[in-house]
């Protein structure tokens, strides 16, 4: 289970929109004043795993993801209170085929002022399913260099910033739930893009896609050997598509 680390009560009227993960707590608010500032480098080494499933909770501050890693995850993380240092777990299941990652917040600290911040960077070459829950924040998810199998981002209250952009290798899924906040998803050129979007308040935009039978492609798609397929739904805010 995941808590809030900040308390949102500006945004109190919308929270009947934010994933029952973000707004159950077991566990009292830490008024405590906020302690010195931590800078800590964590990494996991690449094994005989065949592919990764990678998860990441973080209740909220910023978290970003990257590709360029020479192990499996090579991870920075900033943080003023001791009770926030990140966990990270990994075994290998299966008999060696299919590796798992856990990065996560420690469960029942939420309130306070805190500084939050996650750096990941993963290896360009492991088969990835990515999994991301962030309550609050904001999420910049650089992801067109990594051999992507699928990604499922779930959000509470913020931004989302993903990037796919580059030569994916083999088809792959993306699906993004959001709550209260903006999601802008910039598209690879060069394959084939089906998306499905369905956005609150704010819609959604498309640039260099066109809409037909109630989803958004590209002119590759049927043609290229590759495909990206996307199913965005937002909450209260926008989405914004962008292939170009």
Known sequence: M??????LPALIGASVLLPSWVLLSGCGPDWSPPGPERTETRSVELDNSE???????????????????????EARFVYNRLRLRP????????????GHLLVEEPSGVHG???R???????NNDKPLDLEVKCGAGESHLDLGDLSLRRVNVEMGVGELRMDLRGTPKKDYAVSIRGGVGEATVYLPTGVGIEAEAKGGIGGVQATGLEKRDGRYVNDALGRAKTTVRLDIQGGIGSIRLIAE
């Open 116 to 122: 939050y911040e996650w750096d990941l960077a993963f």
């Open 51 to 73: 592919e990764v499933r990678a998860e990441l909770r973080m209740g909220a501050g910023e978290l970003r993801v990257r590709g360029g890693a020479a192990k499996l995850m």
């Open 87 to 98: 966990e990270v777990t990994y075994h290998n299941a299966a008999g060696g085929f299919r």
């Open 112 to 114: 306070g002022s805190n």
């Open 2 to 7: 995941l808590h809030l680390s900040r308390s």
